[in-house]
């Protein structure tokens, strides 16, 4: 594993600032923060409809302090099997929760998917990568259920929002392997990766002014990396999406918002993954927030734009 370098410094300003953190990243703070700019956003429905069924708090993962569940949305007479989508949570690694993607998770649902939002450790709790190790035991528990759930296991999609599909994407990408030095353990590979306003690159000049910005001691990614860029720069390397596209990448999917600082190194995974023949597609909304995916008028199409896409990629590989 990465080696754990003595930041006395930050360690100190990290308890300093723990208190202040927003631990309850939710739909309806974001909503109140965003409405004065968007006045025609509205809430979306959380509501399970007659047809949808949950499975609640699912635990995946005992840690030394925690128990880390899942829940799983699927129809309710689910009689035949049913791709799978990994639905990953935002939150700048430090808050959030699996229950900010519900009503993503109802509507993909809807269109015949079977869909897990997993906890994880969070950066408060325990840095990179432990969130990624937390992801990719959720995936591998899932595969080990698939049966009891229906769940169609040679279709298996990664998604995320934001630090969500950060996530998505490094865990797409590098098959759960991010330590050069790991020999011993195994690859997997998904079908599908959707990243939704999530970096790709954290030492992207794009991503750099935002990620590692000067002006703060400390940010949520030099938080959650154990680190600012310029300590640990092979660190950030590490966390980046980017550096792990190779010819096993999945077909993959980009959906952004209007916000620029969220496509840090998106262009330049699109050139990796054409020079690599590997299919990619963009769709962009011309005037949408950061988190669009929570709400109206912008849940709906991301849900027909994710349905696309994946209806097209499992047909080709019929």
Known sequence: MFKQQKLNFFAILLLCVQPCIAADYTVENTYKKLIKHYPHMQLPATTLPDSVIAHKA???????????????????????TAPLILLIHGGG???????????????????????????????????????????KDALLWLKENAQQ???????????????????AALLA????????????????????????????????AEALPFENNPAKAVTSASKWLGGRYESIPQRWRAGSPIFYIDKNAPATLFINSSVPRFRAGRDSAIQKLQELHR????YQFDDAPHSFWLFQPWLTPTTGVIDDFLTA??????
Do not use: C, H
């Open 173 to 204: 990408y590098s098959g759960g392997i991010v330590d050069s030095s790991d020999t011993n353990s195994k690859r997997f590979k998904v079908q599908a990766l959707i990243n939704i306003d999530g970096l790709s690159d954290f030492t992207s």
């Open 58 to 80: 699912l635990v995946y993962k005992q840690t030394a302090t925690s128990a880390l569940t899942l829940d799983i949305y699927q129809q309710q007479q689910q009689t035949q």
């Open 93 to 135: 690694w430090q808050s959030g929760s699996p229950s900010l993607m519900t009503a993503l998770a109802i509507t993909l649902v809807e269109r015949g998917y079977i869909v897990a939002t997993p906890s994880y450790r969070l950066s408060g709790e325990a840095p990179f990568p432990a969130a990624l190790e937390d992801l």
């Open 313 to 318: 990629q499992f047909a080709n590989s019929r």
């Open 149 to 167: 759930y229906n769940i169609d296991s040679t279709k298996v999609v990664l998604s995320g929002g934001s630090a969500g599909g950060q996530l």
């Open 279 to 282: 299919p990619s597609e963009v």
